[in-house]
C-alpha cells in the first residue's frame, strides 16, 4: 500500500517540472519556427505561402494523436472528468465549459463572435496571441502590451463580469 502512495507522490512532485519543460519546449519551437495560427491563414491566403499552415495544421495533428494516445492510456480520467467534476464543484457540466439551463447552440454562437473578433484584432496586430508572446519576449514593446493587457482583460473577466455573462445568458438561451 505504501509503494502506490509513494508512486502517486513521486508522480505529483514531478508534474510541476514536467510542465514548466513542455512550456520551455513550446516556447523555444515557437520562437525558432515563428509560429503564429493567424500568420498562417493570413500567408496562405495572400501570399500562397504554406510554412505556417502546414504548421498549424501539424499542431492540430499532434493534438488528436496526444489525445488519443493519453485517452488509452488513462481512459477513467478522459471519460470521467466532466461529470466527476460536476458532481462535486458546480464548476464543470457533462458539456464541457457549457453553463447548466445554458443551450449549446448559444456557445456555438458566442464562440463564432469570439473566433471572428479574435481574427479581426491579431490581423491588426499581426500575429495571435501566442505570436504576440513570443515578439514581446524576444523586445517588441508593441507584443509586450498587448500581452500584458491580455492578462488584465482576463483577470477583469473573472473577477467581475463572469457572473453577469453567466446571469445574461441563463436569461436568453434558457432550455
Not at 525558432?32 to 492540430?60: E, H, N, P, V
Not at 466527476?84 to 463564432?112: D, E, R, Y
Not at 500584458?148 to 438561451?173: D, E, Q, R, S
Request: glycine share 12%.
Amino acid at each position: 500500500m505504501a509503494t502506490g502512495l509513494l508512486a502517486a507522490d513521486v508522480a505529483l512532485a514531478i508534474i510541476p517540472y514536467a510542465t514548466l519543460g513542455l512550456g520551455f519546449l513550446v516556447g523555444y519551437l515557437a520562437q525558432r519556427s515563428g509560429f503564429c495560427s493567424i500568420g498562417g491563414f493570413r500567408d496562405l491566403l495572400l501570399f500562397k505561402q504554406t510554412r505556417l499552415f502546414f504548421g498549424y495544421m501539424a499542431l492540430i495533428a499532434s493534438a488528436f494523436v496526444s489525445y488519443w494516445i493519453f485517452s488509452m492510456i488513462l481512459p477513467a480520467a478522459f471519460n470521467n472528468f466532466y461529470w466527476a467534476a460536476s458532481q462535486t464543484t458546480n464548476v464543470f457540466t457533462p458539456i464541457p465549459g457549457s453553463i447548466p439551463g445554458v443551450k449549446v447552440s448559444a456557445w456555438i454562437f458566442l464562440a463564432i463572435i469570439g473566433g471572428f473578433g479574435m481574427g479581426f484584432i491579431g490581423v491588426l496586430l499581426g500575429g495571435c496571441p501566442l505570436r504576440q508572446c513570443v515578439m514581446g519576449s524576444e523586445g517588441n514593446l508593441k507584443s509586450l502590451f498587448f500581452f500584458l493587457g491580455l492578462c488584465v482583460g482576463a483577470v477583469i473577466y473573472h473577477a467581475f463580469l463572469l457572473n453577469i455573462v453567466k446571469t445574461w445568458l441563463n436569461a436568453i438561451f434558457l432550455v
